[in-house]
């Protein structure tokens, strides 16, 4: 949909004008089985050629099932919010030259952008998590970006669907607002959190909040899909910001926006920061034989792979000796310090959209042995992500492995060569 081909169109002469990327969170820099078409680990969202934004304009107040019928299949973009059997109230909406319309779900049906299925965490491998049912939206949120500076991005919770509609039926959780503009939630909502500070080294998570189908913030419900909406946040907005989350109940997405990016380390970055560890030829303190991480993630761990006791940090190669028992087969004594805690295979973080500094790559998140910047490792340690429909945990950025342990990551202990 966004071939550099088409991007050209609107601007023959210069680089086409980037609202920011949607990251999904647990994957390292692209899905397990490679991104393909729509369904990737990372999506740009470029001004169109044409704008194709809608607002609403016409309210109707309708008695019968075929009159409702009547005004979805005008071809117009319509919300319908069913009271009753006998009164739906539909908003029609119209054009608006002014913003571009991108929209995320499940759904691969043509007016679905971006192609979110079910993030896997890393903890589990193919054969044990066959998600049997999805509790993503096929038609789960649509963002709304001004085609004017300063390129304003907004979340609204679900999408229109193929014939330009959104239905929210007799149970979905819905209300008249005091100004008489009709409102509601999704099954499942869809939650977002702004990082306070922006995204930075600095930054500090933020609350949690739902967004509604017109766009504003509330407190979350009691369960995820409980009828009860939560308190409305007058003070807040559904202006997205450098890293903010979206939640959409199976998958969190993380916004970057251009000038976010561009402050961002790079891949190439990242790959110069890898080169430059293996080129200090860390060694194994016991083996004595060069550790050298692997260039791209493999299924496979590699023999010179670095491995980690990520109770006390110290890195060695890989050896089979130090089990405690043979109850926990993960747990292992540190030859170097006799600290007893699990023994994994250290994997870079190869996301750059993850990264809140470009600090080399000092610390691994536990349990996972994904590595990253410091100042990295400590922001997404203390992000509460939600969790089923109504948990919220810590987890790595890059397989969304739950995070446990004291600190939720560890500072590497590199032995570099002893000639």
Known sequence: MFSPGQEEHCAPNKEPVKYGELVVLGYNGALPNGDRGRRKSRFALYKRPKANGVKPSTVHVISTPQASKAISCKGQHSISYTLSRNQTVVVEYTHDKDTDMFQVGRSTESPIDFVVTDTISGSQNNDEAQITQSTISRFACRIVCDRN????????????????????????????????????LTTNGVLVMHPRGGFTEESQPGVW???????????????????????????????????????????????????????????????????????????????????????????????????????????????????????????????????????????????????????????????????????????????????????????????????????????????????
């Open 149 to 184: 500076e300063p390129y304003t991005a907004r979340i609204f919770a679900a999408g229109f669907d193929s014939s330009k509609n959104i239905f929210l039926g007799e149970k979905a959780a819905k209300w008249k607002n005091p100004d008489g503009h009709m409102d509601g």
């Open 209 to 419: 909040r739902e967004i509604s189908v017109c766009g504003d913030v509330y407190t979350l419900r009691e369960t995820r899909s409980a009828q009860q909406r939560g308190k409305l946040v007058e003070s807040e907005t559904n202006v997205l910001q450098d890293g903010s989350l979206i939640d959409l109940c199976g998958a969190t997405l993380l916004w970057r926006t251009a000038d976010g990016l561009f402050h961002t380390p790079t891949q190439k970055h990242i790959e110069a920061l890898r080169q430059e560890i293996n080129a200090a030829r860390p060694q194994c303190p016991v083996g004595l034989n060069t550790l050298a991480f692997p260039s791209i993630n493999k299924e496979v761990v590699e023999e010179k792979q670095p491995w980690a006791y990520l109770s006390c940090g110290h890195v060695h190669g890989y050896h089979n000796w130090g089990h405690r028992s043979d109850t926990e087969a993960n747990e292992r004594e540190c030859p170097m310090c006799r600290t007893v805690g699990p023994y994994v295979p250290l994997w870079l973080g190869c996301e750059a959209g993850f990264y809140v500094d470009a600090g080399p790559p000092t610390h691994a998140f536990t349990p996972c042995g994904h590595v990253c910047s410091e100042k990295s490792a400590k922001y997404w340690s203390q992000i509460p992500l939600p969790h089923g429909t109504h948990a919220f945990h810590a987890a790595c950025p890059f397989c969304a492995t739950q995070l446990l342990g004291e600190q939720n990551c560890i500072k590497l202990i590199f032995q570099g060569p002893v000639d």
